[in-house]
């Protein structure tokens, strides 16, 4: 099994954001602010790599403790791995050329309303979660090709198709927990080939054989975004206001 490096984790905040080192572990923070306006801190080893070089294959776990400001931060936050899937890096800022792919992951992940995160109707799309994605990996030039399609999710009709049709490429599992996401809880992941179990305070919370595809970064996070894919074909993508300072403390 594979144990987290800490000294690999690299901070990335936008401006009155930050990632201040606690004894132990980090608290990431993002400012008050109206919506309209990007606020993102991060911990991450990935972010100059290559999609196909980063860093972590299972078998592998990850444990830390977290606790976060308030219950329903707006945005999202979370800890786990990814493929940063959503990204058109062209290099600008240290990060390296990256072309969007289709989602894998496992993490713990907030994400309050509007949010709307999954693309299948019996999962749980927003909230606290546990969850995977297992994706396909599609080369680069047909995702660019996929792209001509996005027109479409203009239009309500044509949106819900080509959310039914991602379910095919995009496999999920996920499961909403009921914790106070305020106080401090022992979380774990355990990373296989064929299963992913996420652990919370010693209980089991979700066994699933939806294993993302490796290779994926690490990554712990907080940002007053939203996005949404809901079953009746809407499409929604901005900010939401900070009404105060917003903030998640880990230790590992």
């Given amino acids: 099994m594979t144990a987290i490096g800490t000294a690999q984790l690299a901070p990335r905040t936008t401006a009155g954001a930050a990632v201040t080192p606690l004894p132990g572990g980090w608290r990431l923070s993002i400012p008050s602010g109206p919506a309209g306006a990007y606020r993102w801190a991060q911990l991450d080893d990935y972010l100059q790599r290559p ?64 949010n709307f995160l999954s693309i299948h109707d019996d999962l749980p799309a927003q909230g606290f979660l546990a969850a995977t994605f297992r994706s396909k990996r599609w080369p680069p030039v047909l995702l660019l090709l996929a792209l001509a399609f996005a027109p479409l999710l203009g239009w309500p009709a044509a949106a819900r198709r080509l959310r039914r049709m991602a379910r095919r490429w995009v496999h999920q599992s996920a499961v909403l927990l009921d914790l106070d996401t305020t106080q401090w809880h022992h979380y774990a992941i355990v990373w296989e080939i064929e299963q992913v179990v996420f652990i919370v305070d010693g209980n089991r919370v979700l066994a699933t054989g939806i294993s993302p595809a490796a290779p994926l970064g690490l990554v712990i996070w907080i940002d007053n975004q939203y996005a949404a894919f809901t079953p009746q074909g809407e499409v929604k993508l901005g900010t939401l206001a900070t009404p105060a300072e917003s903030w998640i403390e880990v230790r590992m």
């Fill in 51 to 114: 999609r196909d070089a980063f860093p972590w294959q299972p078998p592998a776990a990850l444990e830390l403790e977290a606790r976060a400001s308030a219950s329903d931060l707006p945005g999202t936050w979370g800890f786990g791995w990814w493929n940063d899937p959503f990204s058109l890096s062209l290099g600008l800022g240290g990060a390296r050329r990256r072309l969007p792919a289709l989602p894998n992951a496992a993490w713990f992940f907030h994400a309050s309303a509007p």
